[in-house]
C-alpha cells in the first residue's frame, strides 16, 4: 500500500515562502510522475505543479516562475518550493503520484494521494 506524507504547510505573510515536501513509500518512486494540487474552501481541487518519471517540470499559469518542483529519488520525495506567495495561495495543498511517468493536470488521473497540509497565507 503507497502511502504519501506531507508536511512544510503553515502560515504565512504575502511575499513569504514555504517548502512543502511530500515522502512517499510502499511503492517505487522513481520513473512515476509526482504532483501537486491545492483546494481552497469552495472551490474545486486544481492542479499546481508535476514532475515527470524524467524529472520534467510543470506549472500551472498561476504559479510559474513562483514554485518551483523537484524530486529526490533516493530519499522518495518530492518537494515543491513557494515563493512569493499570495493571498490567493491559501488552500489545502496534496502531492499525488501517478502510476505513469506522465504528468496530467486532471486529478482522476492520479492513483495515490496524500492527507494533504494547509497552506495560509495573510495579506
Known amino acids: 500500500q503507497v502511502q504519501l506524507v506531507e508536511s512544510g504547510g503553515g502560515l504565512v505573510q504575502a511575499g513569504g515562502s514555504l517548502r512543502l515536501s511530500c515522502a512517499v513509500s510502499g511503492r517505487t518512486f522513481s520513473g512515476y510522475a509526482m504532483g501537486w494540487f491545492r483546494q481552497a474552501p469552495g472551490r474545486e481541487r486544481e492542479f499546481v505543479a508535476g514532475i515527470s518519471g524524467s524529472a520534467r517540470p510543470y506549472y500551472s499559469d498561476s504559479v510559474v516562475g513562483r514554485f518551483t518542483i523537484t524530486r529526490d529519488n533516493a530519499k522518495s520525495t518530492v518537494y515543491l518550493q513557494m515563493n512569493s506567495l499570495k493571498p490567493e495561495d491559501t488552500a489545502v495543498y496534496s502531492c499525488?503520484?501517478?502510476?505513469?511517468?506522465?504528468?496530467?493536470?486532471?486529478?482522476?488521473?492520479?492513483?495515490?494521494w496524500g492527507q494533504g497540509t494547509q497552506v495560509t497565507v495573510s495579506s
Open positions: 499525488a503520484r501517478k502510476s505513469s511517468a506522465v504528468v496530467t493536470t486532471t486529478s482522476g488521473d492520479w492513483r495515490s
